[in-house]
C-alpha cells in the first residue's frame, strides 16, 4: 500500500478579514440597573393588641408572599426558613401575615 502525505494547515496566500468593533450607542446603558424598593423601618401594620387567629408552619421551602389573596398579585417576598407564622386574617385559602402580606394557606400546616 503506497503512503501519501498530506499536508495540513492554511495556506499562505489565504488572509483572514478583520472584524469592525462597533462602540454602543451613546444612550445605551451598559451597567447592570438595580431595581430599589422602599422599606418603611420601625412600622408595623398590626399592634400587639390585635388577635391572632392561629399560627402555622410553612412546608414549602419558598413560599411566595404577595400583596393581595390572589395568586396573579404582586410578589412581595419569599417565606425560606419553613418557620411558624401568625395568621391575623384567613380569606378562602389565603392567610394574611403580620406585615400585610398574604401567604397560600395550603403550603402550611396548623400548630398548636
Known amino acids: 500500500m503506497a503512503r501519501k502525505n498530506y499536508r495540513v494547515g492554511v495556506p499562505n496566500e489565504v488572509k483572514i478579514p ?19 424598593m422602599e422599606v418603611e423601618v420601625g412600622k408595623i401594620p398590626y399592634s400587639p393588641n390585635d388577635p391572632i387567629l392561629y399560627k ?18 404582586e410578589i412581595v417576598g419569599f417565606i425560606t426558613d ?22 397560600m394557606l395550603r403550603f402550611c400546616r396548623k400548630v398548636e
Not at 392567610?95 to 401567604?103: E, F, N, R, T, V
Open 18 to 36: 478583520e472584524i469592525e468593533v462597533i462602540p454602543p450607542a451613546e444612550d445605551v446603558s451598559t451597567e447592570t440597573q438595580t431595581k430599589i
Open 82 to 103: 419553613m418557620g411558624i407564622y401568625d395568621i391575623y386574617k384567613e380569606e378562602m385559602e389565603w392567610g394574611q401575615l403580620q406585615d400585610k402580606s398574604w401567604i
Open 56 to 73: 402555622v408552619r410553612v412546608t414549602h421551602p419558598s413560599l411566595r408572599r404577595r400583596a393581595e389573596p390572589n395568586d396573579k398579585a
